[in-house]
């Protein structure tokens, strides 16, 4: 059974190219959230296996977001992708419970390679 996903990120055009890039490589796309708090709101009602998530975006930027869908589900996998690739960033994100970080712009291989990483595939 493919592995379901949630992509949250404020620009549709992300949404559109993670969304071709995870289903061309196998992967379900269940559902996507523009916004952090979008994202917490959905979590529960999808249950993806893990979320691609953006750091930089309105209402509730992701890395609050990944410690509030943390509190939802201990064991969610959540995989930041940003522009923001800073060091500060990064640990941040990593600190907050992600899982491992892609930097923007993004490269196929990259994020097949750290989904499967992240899953255990």
């Known amino acids: 059974m493919a592995k379901r996903v949630m992509i949250v990120d404020d620009a549709a055009v992300m949404r559109i190219m993670l969304k071709q890039l995870l289903t ?39 890395i609050e977001a990944v410690k509030e869908i943390l509190k939802l589900d201990p064991n969610a996998k959540i995989i930041m992708c940003s522009a923001m690739g800073t060091i500060d960033k990064v640990k941040a994100a990593i600190l907050a419970g992600a899982k491992s970080f892609l930097v923007k712009p993004l490269q196929a291989d990259k994020v097949v390679a750290t989904l499967q990483q992240v899953l255990g595939q």
């Open 24 to 62: 061309k490589s196998g992967y379900e796309v269940a559902g996507e959230a523009a916004n952090g708090a979008d994202a917490v709101a959905k979590y529960p009602v999808l249950k993806p296996d893990f979320v691609t998530m953006d750091i930089t975006m309105p209402d509730m930027d992701g």
